[in-house]
């Protein structure tokens, strides 16, 4: 029977033949937790007794999400993660390290055709690698750690082929957040997502793992891109191992097929409090800001930086904005010193903080202040996300955030890029 | 299953984020604490308004978001016996299940805040007892009827040596 790519990965991992709706026990390739969800996962493998944990050589723990510790009880949860780490042998990435889902990516872990669980929603960032990977609980994760494996409901999958060719100033962000929009934040739930298209063929691996990240905010289990030339490329800079993509059958069977035209879309902005209440830029030009944050598992990679520090080079940002940006890891961190990206930043007026997760969760590093508006790089604008229910996110690319620190309002960059 | 509770009455795409914000997720562990925040974002103090057995009651999407299995732990350290809503988010929907909160899908669009609701689980009906009308439940896959009636995941793995599926 023609499978899609998430039926062919699971059958593959079940060890028999399936078909949408399907539920099996497969085995799971990679997993993984951060500090949000780690102290859970190791409280329910107190409770399971597991006599040894068969997935010890393919999990790790990040933590990222308050790194460094801004609180106490934040503190006990590090130590915590640190101290079962070494007692079981298991790899751990410190504070520094970065972002899990870039962390992850950077390890060469994950490869095509894997079945990667994560306790972190947006472990279906993977998916630009052509992997099936999908987020999940604590206990979901800690049985998956214990016992290799876990229950999978087969996925019907959707399939969005994006044609044309984005525009100057727009970019993968404003594509994937005009694609929420218009699916909205259940238009996939419980569904494999494909992605295809010359518009996605055409996009770098940075600018695909920002169109994967969001499938889970219209509640995709995994947004998959098919790999190429570019997949395996990128791949052999963090792995030696053999890369074996897998496809969809033409003839596979799709719950549904959307088309979009790139060349139509403008810079999109994802509006308070909800990531599907999307519009174009240009309806909230002039919108005063107080805040800009760039960074991410979305939007903190080295691309994103780099279209930053285009715009801010020689700039100084808005005296009423304060710009924080957090590079989602110490290589990206690294190469952006090296090319003299973080000095641009700097200089403009920018404040870079740790490698992690920590204003775009609320936790530290840029917690806004009641009445607020704060223009942000990240995949979710919930009301009191960024730590305070009386502020306002909203949603935009690196570089519609960039130019809007300058200006103090939110500015369609188009205009902007050379 | 025979459950009797009131209703508190949310609306749609309430994410995991407002069932327990993150200010709280990450340096509060005790469930009894955690729960004192439950949807504090959307009311405040709602804790207080909850008698244990209560219903949560909301639209579609219930729990999008954040994979936080805080979520479920806040709803459950409240009293709350049962969420009821149109449809659910993926990762809540496992957690939930995991943890052994029971999730009853159904058109929530005539329960009320207030409202005296009667869920049958074998039946496959809620009977709201504001105007005695009946409707009708999505029934859940027996697997996970499996896990709820376990008490939990953990508890059916180790009933079972692994998944009984």
Redesign the interface.
């Known amino acids: 029977m023609a499978k899609t790519i998430a039926e062919k990965i699971l059958s593959a991992h079940a060890g028999k033949d399936l078909k949408s709706g399907d539920?099996?026990?497969c085995k799971v390739d990679f997993c993984l937790g951060q500090?949000?969800?780690s102290?859970?996962i190791i409280d329910?493998l107190d409770?399971?007794?597991a006599k040894k944990l068969s997935a010890r050589s393919n999990f790790c723990m990040v933590i990222d999400?308050?790194a460094p510790s801004p609180?106490?009880?934040?503190s006990?949860?590090h130590k915590k993660m640190r101290a079962f780490a070494k007692k079981e042998s298991l790899k751990l990435y410190d504070i520094g390290c970065g972002v899990c889902h870039q962390v992850v990516l950077e390890s060469g872990n994950v490869l095509p055709g894997n079945l990667v669980a994560?306790?972190?929603?947006h472990?279906c960032t993977y998916g630009a690698l052509g992997a099936l990977s999908t987020?999940?609980?604590?206990?979901?994760l800690?049985?998956t750690l214990a016992?290799g494996?876990?229950?999978f409901k087969v996925p019907k999958t959707l399939k969005i082929v994006v044609d044309g060719k984005l525009a100057k100033g727009v970019y993968s962000k404003d594509l994937i957040l005009h694609i929420i929009g218009d699916l909205t934040?259940?238009g996939a739930?419980?569904e494999a997502v494909e992605f295809y298209g010359p518009a996605i063929k055409a996009l770098s691996m940075d600018e695909r793992f920002t169109i994967s990240n969001m499938a889970?905010e219209m509640?995709a289990?995994c947004g998959i891109i098919p790999p190429d030339d570019k997949t395996i490329k990128w791949l052999k800079q963090w792995t030696k191992k053999t890369i074996k993509p897998v496809y969809a059958d033409n003839d596979a069977v799709y719950d549904n097929i959307k088309h979009y035209d790139a060349s139509k879309i403008a810079p999109q902005v994802a509006m308070p409090h909800?990531v599907d209440n999307v519009c174009s830029i240009t309806k909230l030009k002039g919108k005063p800001i107080q805040e800009a944050f760039i960074g991410t598992c979305t939007n903190g990679r080295l691309e994103d930086l780099k279209i930053a520090a285009s715009i801010l080079k020689g700039k100084q940002v808005h005296p009423d904005v304060r710009l924080i940006v957090a590079p989602a890891s110490r290589p990206i961190f690294l190469k952006a010193m090296k090319a003299g990206i973080v000095k641009i930043l700097v200089e403009s007026g920018a404040n870079v903080v740790t490698p992690g997760c920590g204003p775009c969760?609320?936790?530290h590093n840029g917690v806004p202040s009641d009445g607020e508006a704060v223009l942000s790089t990240a995949n979710?604008n919930?009301?009191?996300?960024m730590?305070n229910?009386k502020a306002f996110i909203y949603l935009a690319s690196p570089a519609s955030v960039a130019v809007s620190a300058i200006t103090g309002k939110i500015t369609d960059p188009r205009s902007y890029i050379k | 299953m025979r459950l009797k509770g009131q209703a508190h009455k949310f609306g749609d795409?309430v994410?995991t984020?407002?069932i327990i914000?993150?200010?709280y997720?990450?340096?509060?562990?005790d469930p009894k604490e955690l729960a004192k925040h439950v949807m504090e974002?959307?009311k405040p103090d709602f804790y207080k308004t909850v008698k244990s057995g209560d219903f949560l009651v909301a639209g579609?999407?219930f729990g999008?978001?954040?994979?936080?299995?805080?979520a479920p732990?806040a709803i459950k350290g409240a009293g709350i016996q049962a969420v009821i809503a149109k449809?659910f988010?993926?990762?809540f929907f496992?957690?939930a299940i995991?943890?052994g909160l029971l999730l009853i899908e159904c058109d929530t669009t005539g329960f009320k805040q207030g409202h005296r609701l009667e869920v049958d689980t074998d039946k496959g009906y809620v009977v709201n007892k504001a105007n005695n009308k009946k409707v009708q439940i999505t029934p859940l896959?027996g697997?996970m009827t499996r896990i709820i009636k376990d008490g939990?995941?953990?508890k059916h793995?180790?009933k079972h040596g692994?998944?009984k599926?």
């Open positions: 539920y099996a026990i500090d949000g969800t102290g859970l329910a409770k399971i007794k999400h308050s609180n106490i009880g934040v006990a949860i994560g306790a972190d929603s472990t987020g999940f609980g604590s206990t979901d800690a049985i016992s494996n876990n229950w934040a259940d739930t419980y889970v509640g289990k909800q969760v609320g936790t979710r919930f009301k009191g996300r730590g229910p | 795409a994410n984020d407002y914000s993150g200010r997720k990450f340096r509060i562990q974002d959307l579609s999407n999008c978001g954040s994979s936080r299995e805080q732990i449809s988010a993926r990762i496992r957690n995991n943890l896959p697997f939990g995941v953990v793995f180790k692994g998944f599926l």
